[in-house]
């Protein structure tokens, strides 16, 4: 399994570790993500524009689309960088959708029982409280 530097505070390193657990629970598929195999490691998955690979994640937006690299934590767009504030900014309808279908589908609870159950690395708890903040938009789907 690849090993990733990861960023505590960065409220990407919680969500890629919440949809890793969606992916090996077939969530994702089940959400409509269409699964494929790549020559690097993990399966993509894609749905709407939005591609997932545990390498990272590619948006479509007009133009050019949005890359994020896990490893480099880092936003690209038409090969240049992007700030991690307007990265996110592009990313959070997306991944605001997907845990509003995770919360629809197991209960407004599951995020926070799945921490307790699994008990994530020390990036992974550390990312916890930005990645409830960067999805505060829906404060009923994230309890504290």
Not at 17 to 27: E, S, T
Not at 46 to 51: A, C, F, I
Not at 82 to 110: D, K, Q, S
Request: contains cysteine; hydrophobic residues 35%.
């Amino acid at each position: 399994m690849a090993r990733f530097h990861t960023l505590r505070r960065c409220p990407l390193t919680a969500q890629f570790w919440f949809l890793g657990l969606d992916a090996r629970q077939g969530d994702l598929t089940l959400r409509g993500f269409h699964k494929s195999p790549t020559p690097h490691g993990s399966s993509r998955y894609t749905l709407d524009g939005l591609s997932l690979h545990s390498a990272g994640l590619t948006l479509l937006l007009p133009g050019e689309p949005l890359h994020f690299n896990r490893r480099t934590q880092t936003f690209t767009r038409g090969g240049r960088t992007v700030p991690a504030t307007e990265g996110r900014l592009h990313l959070r309808a997306a991944l605001h959708a997907h845990e509003a279908w995770i919360a629809a589908r197991h209960g407004p609870a599951y995020r926070e029982s799945l921490v307790t159950l699994h008990r994530p690395p020390r990036p992974v708890v550390g990312a916890l409280e930005p990645w409830r903040a960067y999805l505060s938009c829906a404060p009923r789907l994230i309890r504290d």
